[in-house]
């Protein structure tokens, strides 16, 4: 079974901290997301990135920046958290040619206070 | 991008069949439709995807009508389990992203 982790389930951090967020997965996966969800917005897509070092912005990159060194690990970054931020942060990974197929994470529930 | 309309909640009770029906008017040539599951506290998953006419896997079934306008997911005889949020997604090739809506939130009571 493919495995997507994420560092932390719940999070709580202060405003304008530096937060990192990581993800890792064990299938060796070309393709990494970071979506955030909130209630009664469905998923939005922050970030993703198709191969090492190589990212694209999504729909909501502001206030986000993200890293991908090694295959297997992507990070998202919030350089200076705020209250906004709060929020589900979920993590995906896929094959390059099944992008459809996209395997999640738990998330991690990031708190700004 | 194919928008796509869905309803926002839906009741059932066990051991009924619910039928969530998505509509992608605009739907491309190439797009396929996908559908995802989410249960409380956890990552989407994914559960089917098709073109045309019909898919059935393990977990539910796709009915796609011949103009692919709309789509319709079918869980068989559900249960307690598959309260969950169902979201429907148009995809095609050459896009780098899936774009989620609200999805339809599945409530099954006993």
Not at chain 1, 1 to 23: A, I, M, P
Not at chain 1, 67 to 78: D, V
Not at chain 2, 25 to 48: C, E, K, M, V
Not at chain 2, 50 to 72: Q, W
């Amino acid at each position: 079974d493919v495995k997507v982790t994420q560092s932390s389930r719940y999070l709580v951090k202060r405003t304008g901290e530096k937060v990192f967020l990581e993800c890792v997965q064990d299938m060796d996966h070309e393709n990494m997301f970071w979506y955030r969800q909130d209630p009664g917005l469905g998923l939005r897509l922050i970030y993703f990135s198709y191969d090492v070092k190589m990212k694209e912005k999504g729909d909501i990159p502001e206030g986000y920046s993200v890293s991908r060194e090694k295959k297997e690990r992507f990070s998202l970054i919030l350089e200076s958290a705020s209250t906004n931020q709060t929020s589900m942060y979920l993590c995906a990974s896929s094959l390059s040619g099944t992008l459809y197929e996209q395997y999640f994470g738990p998330g991690t529930r990031l708190t700004v206070t | 991008l194919a928008k796509t309309t869905q309803p926002i909640s839906m009741d059932s009770y066990e051991g009924q069949e619910v039928n969530i029906t998505c509509s992608h008017n605009n739907i491309a040539t190439n797009d396929y439709i996908t559908w995802y599951q989410q249960f409380p506290s956890q990552g989407p998953r994914f559960i089917i995807q098709g073109y045309k006419t019909k898919v059935t896997n393990e977990v539910a079934s796709l009915f796609i009508p011949a103009d692919r306008k709309s789509s319709t997911l079918s869980l068989p005889r559900v249960s307690l389990s598959d309260t969950a949020v169902y979201y429907c997604l148009v995809f095609g090739p050459g896009r780098r992203a899936l774009t989620f809506g609200s999805g339809t939130r599945l409530q099954v009571q006993p």
